[in-house]
């Protein structure tokens, strides 16, 4: 596609279940970046995707939370055993090399009940 | 470790009146440095991106910025605020090379309110 997808836009679940956020990025791009925008906080980082580079884990926020890039491509965010705190929009951004101009998808808002 | 400070968490502004979002980055080597904008309900695009050369860099919807590497800072203007321009901003450092150290790193952002 032409732009950074995400899916999907809207997720409830119940607190304690799993929940899988996906992330396709702009094609051809190396760079892969998960972040999480929670109200009156900003964009907090929560892992980076450099090529077949092992990945920046040190933003996410606790061992629930895992990511993975197959084949240099599609990523996915786990959240595992979900809270209430894990309320929030979770973006998902791509780039031509590490560093430079990030493009984001709409997001994935997840709300946790 | 990359970092970026916006120390001003919301602005008001009059319509017509300049403005200027501050922000400061620690970085240990020349950054790339960019400024996005998120509007309400919108996702977040590039206002403008210093990378090298012309410290004074022009942007999308009359916005410039000024890398300034003695004071670490790379604040955002614009001349005459638009009822339009409300919005939260959003400045981040990345660097020119792969591994962790091209992570992109964004401020906590600095939501502007504009009064007619």
């Known amino acids: 596609g032409a732009g950074v997808s995400q899916s999907p836009s809207n997720k409830v679940t119940e607190k304690g279940k799993d929940v899988e956020l996906r992330c396709d990025p702009i094609?051809?791009?190396?760079?892969l970046y998960w972040y999480r925008q929670s109200l009156g906080q900003g964009l907090e980082f929560l892992i980076y995707?450099?090529?077949?580079?092992?990945?920046?884990k040190s933003g996410l926020p606790s061992d629930r939370f895992s990511a993975e890039r197959t084949g240099g491509s599609v990523s996915t965010l786990t959240i595992q055993r979900t809270q209430q705190e894990d309320s929030a929009v979770y973006l998902c951004?791509?780039?031509?090399?590490?560093?430079?101009?990030?493009?984001f998808g709409q997001g994935t808002r997840l709300t946790v009940v | 470790a990359q970092s970026v400070t916006q120390p001003d968490i919301h602005i008001t502004v009059s319509e017509g009146a300049s403005l200027e979002l501050r922000c400061n980055y620690s970085?240990?080597?020349?950054?790339?440095l960019f400024w996005y904008v998120q509007s309400p309900g919108q996702g977040l695009q590039l206002l403008l991106k210093?990378?090298?050369?012309?410290?004074l860099v022009q942007g999308i919807k009359g916005f410039e910025a000024e890398f300034k590497r003695s004071q670490s800072s790379f604040n955002l203007r614009k001349p005459s605020v638009h009822w339009s321009d409300a919005a939260e901003y959003f400045c981040?450092?990345?660097?020119?090379?792969?591994?962790?150290?091209?992570?992109?790193?964004f401020g906590k952002g600095t939501k502007l309110s504009v009064k007619p």
């Open positions: 951004a791509s780039s031509p090399q590490g560093g430079q101009r990030a493009f």
């Open positions: 094609s051809g791009h190396t760079a």
């Open positions: 995707f450099q090529g077949n580079s092992a990945p920046d």
């Open positions: 970085y240990g080597a020349t950054p790339y």
């Open positions: 210093y990378f090298s050369g012309d410290t």
């Open positions: 981040a450092v990345g660097a020119s090379y792969g591994g962790s150290q091209g992570n992109l790193i």
